[in-house]
């Protein structure tokens, strides 16, 4: 592995495309040139930076073998192609896409079937019944495995499914599934319920740091370089500058602080108009407030980026390497 | 080292009528993921073959050397087997290869006296390998199960237990649900339930498959209409309180508290019997014979400790079980061997019937760690 930092991305797909943009709102352009049939890109302007474009599943793999630094793929895929995920990755921002959640789901018409407590039930009845363990389609195999040891089922086989899960029950080939679903509609169509207790995972798109890997001082570099500009955007995104100038600006910047969660990056000075960032959410409320205060004229601007010393996304990364290599690196 | 030791071991199981016997290490995934469940796939050691078959290597010497047994004859005769040889199973940090030798019996009707045998044997094996006076530990599916029956308990009850014996955590927690209310955790379908209970059974089934029939549901996933009114009505059962309550839930735990010396435990089953007011004569009587028998083998009653919640979770496994122990280690240390009953594993292998059969497994490296320590 050379030393330069390399982050997997979806090659094909929405979840290429949201990742693209995602990385396009913090500024991050990525190229890749050739188009679609080349398998390497770069960030614009950033060198020690190495794109692989893999296919969804593929990037988790590579996650946890270590040939790639960061990732963006599910937590579903995290959970169910990684094993010992929390000891193997490091979550290091949910990306705010790609919604969905891998469930138990069972035929409509079992009207018996509620919870998996009636699951184990039926289980343990359809072997006594058939001679045979009932059959679950999924592709997740580790996540349904480990759901159903917690729910103390033992009575059950897998039947591997590539794709088309949902239509197995109706095909014959399985009795129920574990499946991933964005609205559930696919599950309805094929006439399939999930159970109340059946979501294994709430999955969110992710990107994903690799504990396995060997991080070099320029792939960590390149890594805070990126990771402080997505912070950067994600702080400017959630924050309002507001400008005032009011008579007792440490006094005012503290009530805002309380009230409002507002910080003042610059300091309250006197005499010069007090700088507030204010979350989104409470700048009318700011305002009304400042206004009262004596402040003749408020004005609020949208930020683009804020940068700050401590980013929430490198630090606890760089602290968990550091706690790594402290424990020994199992990688060199 | 291990070799020598072996060499010592097979006039003894020869002198028991035993014959070696060495079954493929490659096996058909499948038949271990039916009778151990989906759960130990993540300790096989996978394969497939030319033809698209999943393979194993395999985990255990019980199930190759039934199924050996099966295939060279009439299932219910009489036959007796030792090995010795590698099991794989995928352990974390450790070698997934894992020395075993032990013995399996097929087809003796004596069953009691077969137990009481085969235990001695595995002693007896140990002790040859060098490992120091074990500590025995012994349990009898046959008692749990007569007790359940003899409480009377919903069939969905019984079964729910029955598939938990031998982990006391979650069978405590299952027998805890049982005597809260099921209601409880039930929703709104609770209402359509209680009407229908108390109603006829024929005439309440015929309703629900009716109402299935009518929303054009036929078999789906594999479960008939009948199948799913059937167990609708149970649910209604257990729903509107067919109290089950917390008298019999506390005298399941009483009985699963039960442990001590072989010597003393038929005497306190008695008791427990006779205070529950439960009528357990044959277990016990099953119970007491097999344990003089196993003292006439020679081995000290008041050193084997009966527990009464002592059980395998594999279906297969029908009654007695035994445990072997280094004597100088802690309960909590994996056994050096282990065996019991399991009468019920060659019907599932295709049978046809039960066929009563017996065995053991010692784990040569356990014997080995213990003797060192």
Known sequence: MSDNLIIAIPSKGRLQENTHAFFARAGLTIERPGGDRNYRGRIKGLDGVEIAFLSASEIAREISAGSVHMGVTGLDLVHESIDRPAEMTHLVASLGFGPADVVVAVPKAWIDVATMADLSDVASDFRGRHGRRMRIATKYVRLTRGFFADHGIADYRIVESAGATEGAPAAGSAEFIVDITTTGSTLVANNLKILDDGVILKSKAHLVASMSAHWSGTALAAARAILDRIAAEENARTVKEIRALVANPKAVATVAGESYGCTAPFGAVEGQPLVLHCPAGDVADCATYLRDAGASSVVVSTLDYVFETTNPFFSPLEQRLVFRALAGDKSS | ?373
């Open chain 2, 1 to 373: 080292m291990a070799d020598d030791r072996l060499d010592a071991l097979a006039p003894l199981f020869q002198a028991g009528g035993y014959h070696h016997i060495a079954p493929p290490i490659l096996q058909p995934a499948d038949v271990f993921l039916d009778l151990a469940g989906e759960d130990i796939r993540r300790r096989l050691f996978l394969t497939s073959g030319q033809d698209g078959l999943d393979l194993c290597l395999r985990p255990d010497f019980t199930i190759p050397v039934a199924r050996n047994h099966l295939a060279e004859g009439a299932a219910a005769r009489k036959a007796a087997y030792f090995y010795s040889g590698l099991v794989f199973r995928q352990r974390p940090d450790e070698l997934g290869e894992i020395h075993q030798v032990g013995a399996e019996n097929v087809g003796r009707t004596d069953r009691l006296a077969a137990d009481a045998d085969m235990l001695a044997l595995a002693v007896e094996a140990v002790d040859k390998l060098g490992g120091r006076a074990p500590a025995i530990r012994v349990g009898d599916e046959a008692l749990f199960i007569g007790v359940i029956e003899a409480l009377g308990l919903p069939k969905v009850w019984r079964r729910r237990l029955r598939d938990l014996f031998g982990d006391r955590k979650r069978l405590d927690r299952a027998i805890e649900r049982m005597a809260g209310s099921e209601a409880a955790e039930k929703d709104a379908r609770l209402g359509f339930l209680a009407a229908l209970e108390g109603a006829d059974p024929d005439a309440a089934h015929a309703v629900v498959e009716d109402l299935l029939s009518i929303a054009g549901i036929e078999a789906v996933g594999g479960r008939s209409a009948g199948e799913i009114a059937e167990r609708f009505l149970e649910q209604a059962a257990l729903a509107t309180g067919a109290g089950i309550g917390p008298q019999a839930a506390a005298t399941l735990t009483r009985f699963l508290d039960i442990s001590g010396s072989l010597e003393d435990a038929g005497a306190a089953l008695e008791a427990f019997a006779k205070d529950a007011g439960l009528d357990l004569a044959g277990p016990i009587a099953d119970f007491r014979e097999r344990a003089k028998l196993i003292g006439e083998r020679g081995l000290p009653l008041d050193a084997i400790t009966f527990a009464a919640d002592f059980g395998r979770r594999l279906d297969y496994y029908t009654g007695f079980v035994f445990e072997l122990h280094d004597a100088g280690a802690a309960i909590a240390h994996p056994p050096v061997a282990g065996g019991g009953r399991y009468d019920k594993l060659l019907a599932l292998l295709g049978a046809g019937e039960d066929v009563p059969a017996v065995g053991f497994s010692i784990w040569i490296e356990r014997i080995a760690e213990g003797a060192k320590a």
